[in-house]
């Protein structure tokens, strides 16, 4: 992956018609969820994704100086979470990013897919990879969160961090995994011991099927009201474990473009793979009647 670092949008411009082709991607070089991230077709769109990222903060409330401007990656993008203790990973969860691309250049989330390591290869070769990625930066201790696309060249990593899942739900992953990123992060600085010998080198098993879907919406306006009798459809499904409602009477909702701007939570697992597919097409039919727009 090529990527430029700089405080002018005409040098990002430079530096994209250099690369010979796009898409590239423009973003922030500090944030998450997705905030000012823009894929770009075009030195027009460049110019005026890196202008917006300097003339706004970043989700954390710190200004942004400096543009990064990268290689669009194409591929499936993947989370790879693991626990290291003392050298020693386990690889806790690996979730498969089902992305829409929008005409605007935001690549929006939509579920989070949870892999079988039993039947899909991607997950060894994520886990060989990302191995390769903690050693190089000498993660011994704790939790990792990485984020890699798998290109027709093999995985590139987009990003890790040393921290948790954002999307961790340490009652749901007890379900579908046996068992969460979190407490796993306690037992590897605790009881050591204990935890390379059940979990050193290995990986997951996936219990059960498992999506986590950050809804997205088109509505636009000032929530007057939440439907209970929706909500209430949403939770009684027997595929869905929880659901969030982000938004409360008098808030503004707009239309999707980041995670921050999905109104709904929506975490599901089942046995059966089929029935979790039918809750998640009707939490689907039933998200937009959550909210009452005026």
Not at 155 to 167: A, D, K, Q, W, Y
């Amino acid at each position: 992956m090529s990527q430029f670092k700089t405080d002018d949008p005409d040098a990002a411009v430079n530096w994209a018609e250099g690369q010979g082709t796009y898409p590239v991607v423009v973003k922030p070089l500090s944030s998450a969820a997705s905030d000012g991230v823009v894929v770009c077709a075009g030195p027009d769109e460049v110019r005026t994704a890196a202008r917006a990222v300097l003339d706004a903060p970043n989700m954390f409330g710190i200004a942004n100086t400096e543009i990064l401007v990268q290689s669009y990656l194409k591929g499936t993008e993947y989370i790879v979470d693991t626990v290291s203790c003392g050298g020693e990973r386990y690889v806790c969860g690996v979730w498969e990013y089902e992305k829409t691309l929008l005409p605007s250049g935001k690549n929006i989330y939509n579920r989070d897919l949870l892999a079988d390591p039993d039947t899909d290869p991607v997950v060894a070769e994520l886990t060989a990879y990302v191995d390769e990625v903690l050693a190089a930066l000498g993660v011994a201790w704790g939790p990792a969160h990485a984020e890699v696309i798998v290109t027709d060249e093999g995985p590139v990593l987009v990003e890790i961090g040393t921290r948790l899942n954002g999307n961790i739900s340490a009652p749901f992953h007890d379900v579908c995994l046996g068992h969460n990123q979190a407490a796993l992060t306690a037992q590897a600085y605790t009881r050591p011991e204990e935890f390379r010998a059940r979990y050193g080198g290995r990986t997951y098993a996936r219990l059960q099927p498992a999506v986590v879907y950050n809804t997205p919406t088109e509505l636009d306006g000032v929530v007057e009201s939440v439907d209970g009798t929706a909500v209430a459809e949403i939770r009684s499904l027997e595929s869905v474990f929880s659901a969030t409602v982000k938004l409360a009477p008098g808030a503004r909702i707009t239309p999707t473009v980041d995670l921050l701007t999905t109104p709904l939570r929506v975490y599901l697992t089942a046995p059966d793979e089929t029935a979790l597919t039918a809750d998640y097409e009707k939490v689907r039919s039933l998200k937009d009647a959550v909210y009452v727009v005026a």
